[in-house]
C-alpha cells in the first residue's frame, strides 16, 4: 500500500512507538565460534525482546543492494529508497548540518588545480589542509550572483558544500567536474529543459568563472569542480503519512539530516548511546515516534574491528531496560543495513529486526540474531517499507481497510 | 503476474478444486495453554491435510492492514483489494442479497430527523426499527424520477439501500451526510466532471427533494440522508481469468455477493456448515472449482469468544473428510483474515493457509497452525493472490510460460 493509502488508514492513538536503529548491525560470521558480531555479543535483554516479539530479516533496498546510509535509512522509514533518491549534494549538505530549505539546490564541491591553458591538473588540489579550504572559501565567498544568495562552507581536505538559495532553482544539472585530468573544467549545462535549470545554469556558470577570477593567484586550489547538484526533495512527510509526531536522536548530523527530510523533528545528543537515551527521557511526552540512531556499530564493522562491533552491540543492549523503563507500546529494533566486520564494509545482508509490543503473534525466535531471526514470522528477506505499517499496526495506529 | 498473464497460461484440464475459507480464521494465543484458537482446536482432519500439502501465512491486503471483509475474499480470490475496491454501497447490496447488475448504482441510506428549518437534529432518526422502516421505504417507492428505476429496501433500523438502475449512471458522488447534526442534508454533488455523474446528481437531488416532501409529516423519519454511492465494478472475471467454471457456496448474502461481483456464481445453502457441504456433493458435476464460506468462525472471534471459536474450527474439522470423499484434485485451507478472540476484531495478522493435492513438494509442517505454518513452504507472508496460481499449478491448469 502506498503512502496515500496508509495515510487515509491512520488513526489517533495515544500510544508511543522507538525506533532503534543499531547501524550496519547485521554481519557475517567470524571469531573463535565462527559467529556473527550480534550472535557472539552476550544481549541478555535483545535476546526477551525477540522472545516476546516477532522477528526476521529486512532488506533495506532490494535483493543484492548493498545500500548507501541514506537509501538504508529511508527504507527502515518505510519509503522506496529506488523512488525516493537523494541527491549528493543534499547528502552533502545534510552531512554538515547545513540547515537546507525546500528554496535550495547544493553541490559537492571540489578545489583543484588547473594549468596556465586552463586544463585540470590535480582534481584534488593535492588534497589540501582543511584551513586553507577555509580560507579558499572565504575567497569564494566574496562572490556574487545577482537573484541567489550563494552559501559555502568547507568541509574537509579539498572538500566543500556549495548551496543556492533563490526561487525557481532547479538541481537538474550536469556536474562541471571533467573527471579527469587534461580537460577544462565543463561548463554548466541543464539536465532538464525548463526554465528553472536554465536559471541555474547561468548562476553557475556565473559562479564558476567568478571563481577561476577570484582564485587565479592561488596555488594550488586554483579553481573549483562541481558534481552531484540536487534540490531538497519534495517528498511524502513521515508524519502525515503514519500520522505520528516524530523525533530523530542521533550524535550524527547525517542521520538527523536524513530524518528531516521527512519532516521529523531532529534532537542532537552528546556522543554515547546513553546520551541518547537520556534525550529520549527528556522529550518522552513532546512526540509519538521516535527514531534512536546508534552509530559506532557501524563505525566498528567499516574499520573491520570484529571484537569492537561486538561491544558496541552489547553497549546497546544494556540501554534497552533505560528505553523499556519508558514503557513504549513498539519498540522495533534492526539495522539499516548490514556491516560485516570480515568486509569492512556496508553489504546486501538482509538486517536482522524485531518488533516487540501489543498483540504481537508470537513466533519461536528466542534469541537476537542472524541465523535466529530466519524462523520468525516477518520472514527472511521483508521489504523494509513493511516494518512501518506492522508498527503502526501493533501501535492501534491504523483503521481497518474497507468493509 | 497480471490477470492477463495468467489466462493466457490457463489450460482445460479435468480437475477439481476447493476453496475453503474460514472466516476470521487467524488468532492470538491465549487460554490456559497460551495457544491460538486453531493451535488449540483439535483439528486431526486439517493436521493431516497439512502434513500431505504445502502450508505457510498469507497477508490478505498487506502488512499491517486490518481488511475488512470484501477486500480479504478479493485477496484471496487472487485480486489485489487494493487496486479492487469494493464500494461501500455495493457491499451494502451485496449484503441483502440484493441482483446488482452493471446498470445500477448502489448507496447506503439512513432515515434521519430534521427540524422545522431543515437541519439535521437526529442522523438516525432514533434508531427507528425495521418495521417503521418498510412503512417509510413503502413511501418513498411513490418517487419517481424520469429515467430512471429507483429500488428500495429496508436493511435494519434507520438504515436502508437505494439502487438506480438506468443507463449512463456514475457512482461518483458525495455523501448527502452532513456527518453531523445542525446541518442541512447536503446537495447531491459530483466527484467527476463525467455527463455520467451530472446525470446522477440531477437524479439524487430530484430524490432526495420528493423524499423531503413525502416523509413531511412522518416523525422521526422525516427525512433521508445517502452515502457511499457505488456503482457495480466491471473488474476482471473470475471463471474467464482462471479459467474455472466457479461456484460459490455460503450461508450470508454478503459472501455470495462478492463472489458474484468476480463472475462466480453463488449457491444457496442452510445455515450449517454441514449445509453447504450438501450443496457442494450435490452441484459437484457441474463446477471444477468451489468457494465454500464457513462464517461462524469470525463471528465467535468477534464476540471474543475463544472457546466458542476453537469450536467451529473443530466443526469445520469433521467436515473434511466429506469434502476429501468427494476427491477434489487441489484443496485450499485458509482465512480470508485473522480475528483473535482476545481483540474481539478483524487484525491485520497473517493468516493460516494449507494446499494439498497433487505434486505437492512436501515442507515439514505436519499440524495447521500460526506457529506451525511459520515453517512452511509458503512463507510466513505470502500475499494472498499468490494462492490462486499456485491452486491452480497443483491443478494442472497453468501450460508451461514460454519456451
Redesign the interface.
Same mark, same amino acid.
Given at each position: !500500500?502506498d503512502f496515500e493509502?496508509i495515510e487515509k $488508514?491512520v488513526e489517533p492513538a495515544d500510544t508511543k512507538m522507538v525506533l532503534l536503529v543499531m547501524d550496519g548491525l547485521g554481519g557475517l560470521p567470524a571469531g573463535p565460534r565462527n559467529l556473527t558480531e550480534l550472535e557472539a555479543a552476550h544481549t541478555p535483554n535483545l535476546d526477551a525482546l525477540a522472545a516476546s516479539g516477532i522477528c526476521?530479516l529486512h532488506e533495506p533496498v532490494g535483493p543484492g543492494i548493498t545500500p548507501g546510509s541514506g537509501p538504508a535509512h529511508l527504507g527502515v522509514f518505510g519509503y522506496d529508497p529506488v523512488k525516493y533518491q537523494v541527491g549528493r549534494g543534499v547528502l552533502a549538505a545534510l552531512g554538515v548540518d547545513y540547515p537546507l530549505t525546500e528554496r535550495d539546490v547544493a553541490a559537492r564541491g571540489n578545489f583543484c588545480t588547473i594549468d596556465d591553458s586552463g586544463l585540470v591538473t590535480d582534481r584534488r588540489a593535492g588534497r589540501i589542509s582543511t584551513e586553507t579550504n577555509e580560507e579558499m572559501c572565504e575567497l569564494l565567498r566574496r562572490i556574487e550572483v545577482p537573484g541567489v544568495e550563494i552559501n559555502l562552507q568547507p568541509v574537509k581536505e579539498h572538500r566543500f558544500l556549495i548551496v543556492l538559495s533563490g526561487d525557481g532553482l532547479s538541481g537538474a544539472l550536469a556536474d562541471t567536474d571533467p573527471q579527469d585530468v587534461g580537460h577544462a573544467p565543463l561548463k554548466a549545462r541543464a539536465l532538464a529543459d525548463s526554465p528553472e535549470a536554465k536559471k541555474t545554469v547561468d548562476i553557475v556558470q556565473q559562479f564558476q568563472d567568478q571563481a577561476k577570477e577570484v582564485l587565479a593567484d592561488q596555488h594550488p586550489a586554483n579553481m573549483v569542480l562541481l558534481r552531484g547538484f540536487a534540490q531538497f526533495p519534495k517528498w511524502p512527510q513521515f508524519p502525515q503519512c503514519f500520522g505520528v509526531k516524530a523525533a530523530a536522536i542521533a550524535s550524527y548530523p547525517m542521520y538527523r539530516g536524513v530524518a528531516k527530510l521527512i519532516g521529523m523533528e531532529a534532537l542532537e545528543a552528546g556522543m554515547k548511546i546513553s546520551d541518547e537515551v537520556d534525550v529520549l527521557r527528556q522529550r518522552w511526552n513532546d512526540y509519538d515516534f521516535f527514531y534512536v540512531h546508534v552509530k559506532k556499530i557501524d563505525s566498528a564493522g567499516e574499520d573491520g574491528d570484529y571484537d569492537r562491533k561486538i561491544e558496541v552491540i552489547e553497549e546497546t543492549d544494556r540501554i534497552i531496560p533505560d528505553i523499556l523503563a519508558l514503557k513504549p507500546d513498539v519498540i522495533v529494533v534492526t539495522g539499516d543495513h548490514s556491516t560485516p566486520s570480515v568486509m569492512a564494509a556496508h553489504s546486501w545482508h538482509p538486517v536482522p529486526v524485531l518488533l516487540a509490543g501489543n498483540?504481537c503473534?508470537?513466533?519461536?525466535v528466542t534469541t537476537f540474531g542472524e541465523r535466529a531471526c530466519l524462523?520468525?514470522?516477518?520472514?527472511p528477506r521483508?521489504p523494509a517499507a513493511?516494518l !512501518?505499517? $506492522?508498527?503502526?499496526?501493533?501501535a492501534g495506529r491504523?483503521?481497518?481497510?474497507?468493509?
Open positions: !500500500m493509502g $488508514l526476521g498483540n503473534r508470537p513466533d519461536e524462523r520468525g514470522a516477518l520472514g521483508m513493511d !512501518m505499517p $506492522l508498527a503502526l499496526a501493533h491504523l483503521e481497518k481497510f474497507g468493509a
